[in-house]
């Protein structure tokens, strides 16, 4: 039944039992990220500008704030937006430059395919 000049592990019964394990493996990965496990560590997908009047709104309304205080809280949260966007764009650029680091170093036919995968990546 067993080959001994055969390695163990390419008994079809082992791979077998190996294949399974890593499908429930995914499954159970899946499904617990199905089930909202994504949400929480990812959080929601609004844009900064969003979170930023919806904190004014209820913020405003939640604490009774007073004409001075809400100029104020809509100063911070306008800084903060700004801010974000910043960061954002300097984040871009990051990308960008190391994106075209890449390229330099790849041959033509390397760099059509490295196109084909930063495009399935980015969908």
């Not at 995914?26 to 929601?44: F, K, P, Q, S, Y």
């Not at 001075?68 to 700004?82: M, S, V």
């Not at 033509?108 to 969908?123: G, H, I, K, M």
Request: aromatic residues 6%; hydrophobic residues 40%; charged residues 25%.
């Amino acid at each position: 039944m067993f080959d001994p000049d055969r390695p163990s592990w390419r008994n079809p019964r082992v791979l077998s039992v190996l294949v399974a394990v890593f499908m429930a493996g995914a499954v159970c990965g899946a499904l617990t990220m199905r089930a909202g496990l994504h949400r929480v560590l990812h959080g929601a997908s609004t844009s900064s500008r969003e979170e930023a009047v919806l904190s004014y709104d209820k913020l405003s309304t939640e604490l009774n704030l007073s004409p001075e205080q809400r100029r104020q809280l809509k100063t911070i949260l306008d800084d903060y937006a700004r801010y974000h966007e910043d960061l954002q764009a300097q984040l871009d650029d990051w990308r960008a430059t190391g994106k075209n680091q890449i390229l330099r170093i790849l041959n033509p036919e390397q760099r059509a395919r490295f196109e084909q995968l930063a495009n399935d990546v980015s969908r």
